[in-house]
């Protein structure tokens, strides 16, 4: 009978966690209701989870509080799609509870088990239930009740946990109606199932390999500021540990308040503390403001302006080196910097055409992904620390990848990061060409939000599996157009069915449709289509343009 754990069994359970994970990804894939070919489930999942695995694996010695770190760093910022990031948030919570730990009893895994709940609930906005957080809370009811009943044995308690986890998952279809009809389980469930599983191998002492390919060097930093770029000159930081409710309004109120008299504005509550960061020429208004909702902890002031007279120095003679070396080696000539500008724009994109688009409309760095490859949380940190603004926006254009955004956002301490929820390319495109340079960051975001849900989307594809959705039957290799809110025509001919595609998305108010045809149209077809619509909304604007997106045939946009 085994009942504690250390942080050595610990860490090889999380590496054969990643390694069933890994081989069983396009299982997982399989189980995604649309059979779209997208970044899918397994694949983010896997993604994810390998980016902390190979954290793991460099340690040379292994401490639970380092093990922990390097979970939860690791799967934080490599977490791709929903499913990834949801579960880098249940790292996030379990590693939270136990990395002051020296070993682990069934107690502390039922605590942890509750805190990961806690914390990937947290995370969404909205969240359904029947998804993988439902098994995740199954299993953490489960472990609550062995802790409470006293059981001592971890054996017993991981199969007793991996029995309830199957059970809840084999209920998934009754609480979405939609994995029912299409006749499966949740992927996000069943990824987790495959995590835990693996883990229990080598809790058993199966024979695994540990192996994990050694990831690559991390970037160099950006150079220091220069001193006139420093708008506000200190950066302050400090923790309020809370003594009044602290819900969503009074964050709202508070970073306005913050945004008031500074920027680079990160505010991030966690139970009854909350983190703060701005940069400011009056720390002691931002001080004086947090008081009102507790006591101050982990104070710290610096007075960036004199710091960075050190800085600029050394650092523009270190980067000259490098980029002096740099071209030596390669032969090219390196880009300049980007020069210091208030705000800038992130967007992600996915073919030629519409990366140019996003160019023409102001966007200073185009992460490249969208549909095909979900971009992970490190995409999104690296392309914030290339934009060298004070303010972004980041237009995610992807439904999949608004969590993996705003988990950047509420990793970057230097800079005020807004997330525009855009879930497709057309809603990046109208968020920004509504974006008014006269009126503040707040402001913006809110056109930009109301203006994006007025246009509806409908995109083009092919089906990779057969399946049943919405009582359409759907085979491999047919063709579907996939509105915003579920299948809208199905078909073995493309043209034919993004005609219907765009008569399904219709009604009386649309005055504009936009047609942007992929790498796999031809210019003259797109043509056709585009006279089609014509005749059919005789009273609306069509646009045409080049989109060179692979994969989506067509996107279409109607406002």
Request: hydrophobic share 40%; proline share 4%; charged share 25%.
């Amino acid at each position: 009978m085994t009942n504690t754990i250390d942080a050595k069994i610990l860490a090889k359970m999380f590496l054969a966690g990643a390694k069933n994970l890994e081989s069983k990804k396009e299982w997982i894939n399989d189980l995604n209701v649309f059979p779209v070919p997208d970044g899918d489930t397994g694949t983010n999942m896997t993604l994810t989870i390998m980016s902390a695995a190979k954290d793991v694996a460099a340690m040379k010695e292994i401490d639970m509080f380092s093990l922990c770190k390097a979970i939860s760093s690791g799967s934080l910022r490599g977490a791709r799609g929903n499913s990834g990031v949801i579960l880098s948030q249940l790292f996030r919570g379990f590693t939270k509870s136990v990395r002051e730990k020296e070993s682990l009893t069934v107690p502390l895994f039922a605590d942890a088990f509750e805190k990961a709940v806690e914390t990937a609930y947290k995370a969404v906005m909205k969240p359904k239930e029947g998804t993988i957080l439902t098994v995740a809370k199954g299993i953490s009811l489960r472990a609550r009740e062995l802790a409470d009943e006293e059981c001592t044995d971890l054996s017993c308690f991981f199969d007793e946990i991996l029995k309830r986890g199957d059970e809840v998952l084999e209920q998934t279809p009754e609480m979405l109606p939609v994995l029912k009809q299409a006749g499966v389980v949740d992927s996000g469930g069943q990824g987790l199932m495959q995590v835990l599983k693996g883990a229990y191998d080598a809790f058993l002492g199966k024979e695994i390999d540990f192996s994990v390919p050694a990831e690559p060097s991390a970037p160099k930093a950006a150079p220091a500021k220069a001193e006139a770029d420093i708008k506000y000159g200190y950066c302050t930081e400090f923790i309020i540990l809370l003594n009044r409710n602290f819900n969503i309004k009074t964050e709202m109120d508070f970073k306005e308040y913050l945004e008031s008299i500074g920027d680079s504005i990160v505010v991030v509550t966690d139970d009854n503390v909350v983190k703060v960061h701005v940069h400011t020429n009056d720390p002691g208004l931002a001080i004086q403001k947090a008081l009102k909702y507790g006591a101050l902890s982990n104070m710290k002031i610096d007075n960036m302006r004199l710091e960075n007279q050190e800085k600029v120095s050394k650092q523009e003679k270190l980067f000259k080196e490098d980029e002096i070396s740099a071209a030596a080696s390669s032969g090219e000539d390196q880009a300049p910097a980007m020069p210091h500008k208030e705000v800038g724009f992130i967007a992600v994109s996915v073919g030629k055409g519409i990366n140019e688009i996003f160019t023409g409309l102001g966007v200073d760095h185009i992460i490249e992904g969208g549909q095909t490859m979900n971009p992970s949380t490190e995409d999104m940190l690296n392309a914030i620390e290339k934009v060298n603004a004070d303010t972004i926006f980041i237009l995610p254009n992807n439904k999949n990848i608004i969590l993996a955004a705003n988990q950047a956002k509420m990793m970057v301490e230097n800079k005020n990061i807004i997330v525009i929820p855009t879930k497709t390319v057309p809603q990046g495109i109208t968020a920004i060409i509504n974006y008014v340079p006269d009126l503040s960051a707040a402001e913006n975001e809110e056109i930009m939000k109301t203006e994006m849900g007025s246009v509806k989307t409908g995109q083009v594809t092919y089906a990779v599996r057969d399946t049943v959705i919405e009582d359409k039957e759907i085979k491999q290799g047919d063709y579907m157009g996939i509105g915003d809110s579920g299948i809208l025509s199905v078909g073995g001919e493309v043209q034919e069915v993004a005609f219907r595609m765009v008569t399904e998305m219709m009604s009386d108010e649309l005055e504009l449709i936009s047609i942007y045809y992929g790498d796999d149209i031809s210019e003259e077809a797109a043509e056709n289509l585009k006279k089609q619509v014509e005749e059919a909304y005789p009273s609306c604007d069509i646009e045409l343009q080049y989109g060179g997106q692979p994969i989506y045939y067509y996107i279409i946009s109607a406002e």
